[in-house]
């Protein structure tokens, strides 16, 4: 059974801190991982990874991808309260592209 | 503007009274699906749509149907719902298949007494 596991479950940062938060993977075909941010409602896409080492970058959000350690990292350097959310990731790990794994997700706080 | 937009946003049902919580996309895109996410277990794939007329079973399917007549519907049926399937429920779209990038719909927060 494919399984995503997201760490740690929760954190508390103050704004401007940098933090890391971790995605590790076991499944059977891996394809790519995407990156979500979830606020009150609905979560929106940020990134999606499919080679190892090569780093996407959105603003103060950037992510990286080690196949080799089966993982993948989301960085968000000079926090800011609105970065506040739940953060999902998801492996697609099926051949035609149709199923998503998410994680349990990470929930951000960052106080001013 | 590019939405999902799926209705009711919140509903409180008593067992076995069938219900629909409608889904629709308005950016032609050929892949939709239903998610469902509860504490602890994060967003779990109910069923998904690869194209009109075309459906598959996701991670959770048992106690859910669903339909993709047209392009941009794609409604979630629970024929007799029971109060494990109280949950916040997800509709989401993507141009071609699961891992483009979805946008999601604002949820549907479903309470089954």
């Known amino acids: 059974e494919d399984k995503v596991v997201q760490s740690p479950l929760s954190l508390v940062v103050h704004e401007g801190d940098t933090v890391t938060l971790n995605c590790s993977y076991e499944v059977t075909n891996f394809r790519s991982l995407l990156w979500y941010k979830q606020e009150k409602k609905a979560p929106t896409f940020l990134f999606m990874l499919?080679?190892?080492?090569i780093e996407k970058k959105s603003g103060r959000l950037s992510s990286i991808l080690d196949k080799k350690e089966l993982s993948s990292i989301l960085n968000i350097t000079a926090t800011q309260t609105g970065d506040s959310a739940i953060y999902l990731c998801a492996v697609d790990a099926n051949n035609a592209g149709n199923m998503l794994t998410f994680g349990g997700g990470t929930r951000l706080m960052v106080k001013p | 503007e590019a939405q999902v937009t799926q209705n009711p946003r919140y509903l409180i049902t008593v067992t076995g009274k069938k219900l629909t919580v409608t889904c629709s996309q308005n950016m032609n895109h050929e892949y939709m699906s239903w998610y469902r996410q509860d504490p602890g277990l994060g967003l779990r794939q109910i069923y998904y749509?690869?194209?009109?007329?075309?459906?598959d079973k996701g991670d959770v399917p048992e106690g859910y149907k669903v339909s993709r007549k047209e392009k941009r519907n794609f409604p979630l049926i629970l024929e007799s719902p029971s109060p494990n399937q109280t949950s916040l429920y997800f509709c989401?779209?993507?141009?071609?298949?699961?891992?483009?990038?979805?946008?999601f719909g604002s949820g549907t927060r479903l309470t089954v007494v």
């Open positions: 499919t080679s190892s080492g």
């Open positions: 989401a779209s993507s141009p071609f298949a699961a891992n483009y990038g979805y946008t």
């Open positions: 749509s690869m194209n009109v007329e075309v459906t």
